[in-house]
C-alpha cells in the first residue's frame, strides 16, 4: 500500500509551473464565441506534451476540433487510470478582462480558472510529474483533454466510442477539492404546444398556445415538481426539473399559435429515460382529457441519434477508485469529507454510463464561481490538486487488476 508521496515525484513536481501552465490556458480563449474554438488550446497542451517526450495524439472529435491525449504505458499488472478535463469554457460574458490570466493575492483570475482550466493544469502538471520522475507505473496513466463540455459533449462521447478506455478515470471539474462519487443525470427536453393562430379581435376562434402551455406549468410546478421530491438516492438526492425558457407569439394582438417550453430534467438511478418522458407525457393526456383542444409534441431537446445518453452514476464508496482517491488526500494533507454528488453534469456521466470506466469528479476551485464575471482559483488549491492527482496515479496505477 502507498502510504507517502514518492519523493522523486514531489522534487519533479516541484519543477513544473503549474500556475504558469493555467494562466497561460485561461490567456487563450476557447469558448463557442472564438472562430478556432478550441484548437489553441488543443496545440498548447500537445506542444508541452510533445516537448516533454511523451507519447501523444490529436484526434478530430468534430470537424476542425480537437481532443489531445498523452500516455504513460505502465509495466503491466495494474489499474489504468484516465486523468481527463475540457478545455472549452462558457463565453465571457459581462466578466472585465476575462483572458488576463492574471495572478493575484494568491489566485488566478479569468474565464476558466476553476471551469476547468486550472483543473487540467493540475492534471497536466502531475502527469509531466510522472514522467519526469521515472516512476514506472505498473498501470497505463492518460492524459486527456476534450472539447465541447460547456454545449454536446462532442469530445467525450467520442473518448466513449474510440478509446483509450481505461478502469479508473478522474474528471477535475471544481468540487474545491472534495470527492464526488457522482451526479445525476441530465435531458433537455422540448414541449411544443400547438394552438390556432388567428387575429386578436376574433379570439373566440383561436386557440391561445401560451394560455394552454400556462396549464402545462400549472401541472409541472403544482403536481409533479412535488412528486418528484418524494424519490430519493442517498448520495445524488432529489430528481429536479427545471423550466429554463418558454418563446411563444408574434405579437400582442396576434392570438400565438405556437408555445415552446423548454425543460431541464435530472434524474436519479431507479429512474429511466423512458420513465422520464412518459411522466410529462401522462401529464399532457391529463391535460387534453381536461379541455380537447390542448395539443402538446414532447421530443429531445437534441435528436437521439446525435448525443449518448446522459445517465446518472453513483460509484460506490468501497470501489478501488474511491478508496485510492481517499488514500491519497490523506498522504496530501487534503480534508477527508465525506464523499458527497456533483451538483451538475460533467463528462463523467458518459464515461460512466457508455463504457466499463469507474469515475469520480474531483477538481481545485468551488463551482460557485464558475460561468461568473468573478470566476477565480485559488494558487494554493491549483498547487494540492496537482500533488493530489499524481499521488493518485502512483497508488491507483500501482494496485493489481
Avoid at 469554457?89 to 472585465?96: H, L, N, R
Avoid at 469530445?155 to 478515470?169: I, K, Q
Avoid at 403544482?222 to 418563446?247: C, M, S, V
Avoid at 429512474?271 to 387534453?288: D, G
Amino acid at each position: 500500500m502507498v502510504i507517502e508521496t514518492n519523493p522523486i515525484f514531489q522534487h519533479a513536481l516541484a519543477g513544473i509551473d503549474v500556475i504558469q501552465i493555467a494562466s497561460d490556458l485561461v490567456k487563450i480563449p476557447s469558448c463557442s464565441q472564438t472562430r478556432i474554438r478550441e484548437n489553441d488550446v488543443s496545440a498548447y497542451l500537445y506542444k508541452i506534451l510533445n516537448d516533454e517526450g511523451i507519447p501523444a495524439e490529436v484526434t478530430e472529435a468534430l470537424p476542425g476540433r480537437f481532443n489531445v491525449t498523452g500516455f504513460l504505458q505502465g509495466s503491466g499488472g495494474g489499474r489504468s487510470l484516465m486523468l481527463c478535463g475540457h478545455m472549452d469554457t462558457v463565453p465571457a460574458y459581462d466578466m472585465q478582462d476575462p483572458y488576463s490570466g492574471l495572478v493575484e493575492d494568491g489566485c488566478l483570475y479569468g474565464r476558466g480558472a476553476c471551469d476547468m482550466k486550472g483543473p487540467l493544469a493540475a492534471m497536466l502538471a502531475a502527469f509531466i510529474a510522472v514522467k519526469r520522475s521515472g516512476v514506472r507505473l505498473k498501470g497505463d496513466l492518460v492524459f486527456a483533454a476534450v472539447i465541447d463540455e460547456e454545449e454536446m459533449g462532442k469530445g467525450v462521447d467520442y473518448l466513449a466510442l474510440h478509446g483509450p478506455f481505461v478502469d479508473g478515470a478522474v474528471i477535475g471539474e471544481p468540487t474545491s477539492m472534495r470527492l464526488a462519487l457522482g451526479h445525476k443525470g441530465l435531458e433537455w427536453i422540448r414541449v411544443e404546444v400547438i394552438g390556432k393562430k388567428v387575429h386578436g379581435g376574433r379570439m373566440d376562434l383561436g386557440i391561445n398556445a401560451i394560455t394552454m402551455v400556462g396549464r402545462l406549468i400549472e401541472k409541472i410546478t403544482n403536481e409533479y415538481a412535488p412528486q418528484l421530491k418524494t424519490r430519493l438516492h442517498p448520495l445524488l438526492g432529489q430528481p429536479t426539473i427545471n423550466i429554463g425558457r418558454i418563446e411563444g407569439g408574434d405579437q400582442p394582438s396576434t392570438v400565438p399559435g405556437m408555445c415552446t417550453l423548454e425543460i431541464d430534467r435530472r434524474w436519479i438511478p431507479g429512474e429511466s429515460l423512458e420513465q422520464v418522458y412518459r411522466e410529462l407525457e401522462e401529464i399532457i393526456y391529463r391535460l387534453q382529457k381536461e379541455d380537447p383542444r390542448f395539443k402538446a409534441e414532447v421530443r429531445g431537446y437534441y435528436p437521439a441519434e446525435e448525443l449518448l445518453p446522459h445517465h446518472p452514476f453513483c460509484t460506490e464508496a468501497t470501489d478501488p477508485l474511491a478508496v485510492s482517491a481517499l488514500r491519497s488526500m490523506k498522504v496530501v494533507g487534503l480534508t477527508s469529507l465525506e464523499p458527497t454528488a456533483f451538483p451538475a453534469w460533467s463528462d463523467a456521466g458518459i464515461l460512466a454510463g457508455c463504457t466499463k470506466t469507474k469515475c469520480i469528479v474531483m477538481g481545485p476551485g468551488d463551482l460557485a464561481l464558475a460561468h461568473t464575471a468573478s470566476e477565480m482559483i485559488e494558487v494554493s488549491e491549483l498547487e494540492k490538486a496537482a500533488h493530489f492527482y499524481g499521488q493518485m496515479a502512483m497508488d491507483y496505477c500501482e494496485k493489481d487488476i
